[in-house]
């Protein structure tokens, strides 16, 4: 490995090494956050490819780091960036599943529930008090790649009349819909 590096130019091996530190870094964000929403066996996947790659990234440069900053400089470009496509990619991916808990007045409710019940999505509601009315709390499971468009949905139903929090759930049972 190292003859064939030494007979491409500099530049050309710095941009390899950002390129694979970027892959790298890439699935090990990924990795992480299957690692987390327990997808275990993917996980260990992942972590073969990243393996295999961090040791051809390191054996490439650690002899040359002191020698040379540009690769250096250029590993580093690799791993922030990686960390930022890793992020995004799994953001757009969306593992895992969302609790919704929407608080509304009674109004917004109906409309709400009627909503999920047209989408045959299911739901728990709990009535309260809020600070001036009598407000319900309705808390919704759902896949977290389909929380964004639920959501929007929702604000359009109720003209943006409630309030909500978003959290991941990583283990649940039971439940209309929903067994894991």
């Not at 964000?29 to 260990?44: D, E, F, H, N, Y």
């Not at 992942?46 to 780091?65: H, N, P, Q």
């Not at 917004?108 to 047209?118: C, R």
Request: aromatic share 8%.
């Amino acid at each position: 490995m190292s003859e064939f590096l030494a007979s491409i130019p500099p530049v050309l091996v710095c941009i390899i090494v950002c390129a694979a530190k970027i892959i790298e870094i890439t699935i090990q964000s990924l990795k992480t956050c299957m690692m987390v929403k327990g997808q275990r066996a993917k996980a260990a996947g992942l972590g073969l490819l990243e393996c295999l790659i961090w040791g051809l990234v390191i054996s490439t440069i650690i002899g040359t780091l002191g020698d040379n900053l540009f690769l250096l400089a250029f590993y580093c470009v690799g791993y922030a960036v990686g960390l930022f496509l890793g992020s995004t990619l799994e953001s757009k991916i969306a593992l895992g599943t969302s609790n919704l808990e929407i608080i509304a007045n009674d109004e917004s409710t109906e409309k709400i529930l009627a909503y999920l019940k047209a989408h045959n999505m299911g739901y728990t509601v709990f009535e309260g008090h809020g600070s001036k009315d009598k407000m319900n709390m309705i808390f919704v499971v759902i896949a977290r790649k389909e929380a964004g468009k639920l959501l929007k949905d929702l604000r359009s139903e109720c003209d943006n009349k409630m309030f909500v929090a978003v959290s991941e759930i990583s283990k649940y049972a039971g439940g209309y819909g929903m067994v894991k």
